[in-house]
T-cell receptor, first 116, second 115 residues
């Protein structure tokens, strides 16, 4: 298992453009999480999926943000009409939650977004 | 709502010295507690976790942490720091059915190690 994979690792975009990030979780994990981390801060929870269902969204996730996990495997996070305040590291994590057995979250290396 | 406070933004120690990073949490019930480490530009790696049972937990890389309910603390310790331990350390708390992945993080403590 190669762990949680995120693509791209770095993205520079102009203000107003749309961007999409991809996360491939650990294969047997049924839960997937997105976090945002700004400079000098700890990660902040954005949203999570159990299989293909998006079960919770943070108030940080404005209408310009949308996340999907169409087949319960990989996930995408799209930001429309990017703003400079969207510049951050976007982290994906996955975990397993099944009857009687749970694992902690394993994080990917993140996608660093810079909006210019 | 739960919260985590890491009082020390930056700590500097000499290689070989002992280390203690502080973490205080706020949560109404028994928390699930974690320490993660992050190297520059990288994701987070789990050092150790506390779910229940023995309040002194051992982790990877020689780290340990002690859960003290009376003080709402979960401090991270290492008896002898190596230069490779220089990184940023995050304490996190999880709660409820999503406790293992929906986490509230502290602000982080940057560790610098002098030779």
């Amino acid at each position: 298992d190669t762990g949680v994979s995120q693509d791209p690792r770095h993205k520079i975009t102009k203000r107003g453009q749309n961007v999409t990030f991809r996360c491939d979780p650990i294969s047997e994990h049924n839960r997937l999480y997105w976090y945002r981390q700004t400079l000098g801060q700890g990660p902040e929870f954005l949203t999570y999926f159990q299989n293909e269902a998006q079960l919770e969204k943070s108030r940080l996730l404005s209408d310009r943000f949308s996340a999907e996990r169409p087949k319960g495997s990989f996930s995408t996070l799209e930001i429309q009409r990017t703003e400079q305040g969207d510049s951050a590291m976007y982290l994906c994590a996955s975990s397993s939650r099944r009857a009687g057995q749970n694992t902690e979250a394993f994080f990917g290396q993140g996608t660093r977004l810079t909006v210019v | 709502a739960q919260s985590v406070t890491q009082p020390d933004i930056h700590i500097t120690v000499s290689e070989g010295a002992s280390l203690e990073l502080r973490c205080n949490y706020s949560y109404g019930a028994t928390p699930y507690l974690f320490w993660y480490v992050q190297s520059p530009g990288q994701g987070l790696q789990l050092l150790l976790k506390y779910f229940s049972g023995d309040t002194l937990v051992q982790g990877i890389k020689g780290f340990e942490a002690e859960f003290k309910r009376s003080q709402s603390s979960f401090n991270l310790r290492k008896p002898s720091v190596h230069w490779s331990d220089a990184a940023e350390y995050f304490c996190a708390v999880g709660a409820g059915g999503t406790s293992y992945g929906k986490l509230t993080f502290g602000q982080g403590t940057i560790l610098t190690v002098h030779p």
